[in-house]
């Protein structure tokens, strides 16, 4: 407190041997502090708005998560036409695949297709999956081609893969 009372009287000394005076002393005091208040506040902005902008980017990934998680299964839609099941995405047909080419459909776990997962299968895993996120696929083995399976994700897994085995039981006897 003894420093603080000297430069104070050094302050005083010396703006008075300037003609300072000591509203003057304090004026110049209070502009210094005025400063600090304001670089205090600055400072205080900056880190609302960094955590405000961090806010915003955890929340824009986990909108992203989720799109990626469930989102996509309503951008893929299967439909079953007179001899082909056609693969849309986004309403435009992406793939077409003849019932004749059809050796199996089976329903499997969606983690199944996971790397790390106990029920991983190795057959299926450059399968191309054209699937959202759903607890349960349906996983097709073609009877040519470089990639002989490939993965669809529709509403009801069970039906669907019937029907598909059905189809491809017809079409192979037409043919």
């Not at 902005?45 to 469930?70: D, E, G, H, N």
């Not at 996971?114 to 191309?128: G, I």
């Not at 759903?134 to 040519?144: H, P, T």
Request: proline share 3%; aromatic share 10%; glycine share 4%.
């Amino acid at each position: 407190m003894g420093s603080v009372q000297n430069s104070l009287c050094v302050t005083l000394s010396y703006g008075i041997a300037n003609s300072y005076t000591f509203a003057n002393a304090i004026a110049s005091a209070d502009k210094y502090n005025h400063l600090l208040v304001l670089k205090f506040f600055a400072s205080l902005i900056r880190s609302r708005v960094k955590m405000i902008m961090a806010l915003l980017a955890a929340l824009a990934i986990a909108m992203v998560t989720l799109w990626v998680a469930y989102g996509l299964r309503h951008i893929f839609k299967y439909s079953l036409g007179n001899s082909t099941l056609d693969i849309q995405v986004l309403g435009i047909t992406c793939r077409r695949l003849p019932f004749s080419r059809i050796e199996d459909a089976e329903v499997i776990p969606f983690m199944s297709l996971n790397l790390f997962s106990r029920s991983f299968r190795p057959d299926l895993l450059f399968a191309p999956k054209w699937s959202g996120y759903r607890n349960r696929v349906v996983a097709i083995r073609k009877d040519q081609g470089l990639l002989r399976s490939m993965i669809i994700s529709p509403e009801d897994p069970d039906r669907f893969a019937e029907l598909l085995k059905k189809l491809s039981s017809e079409a192979k006897l037409i043919h």
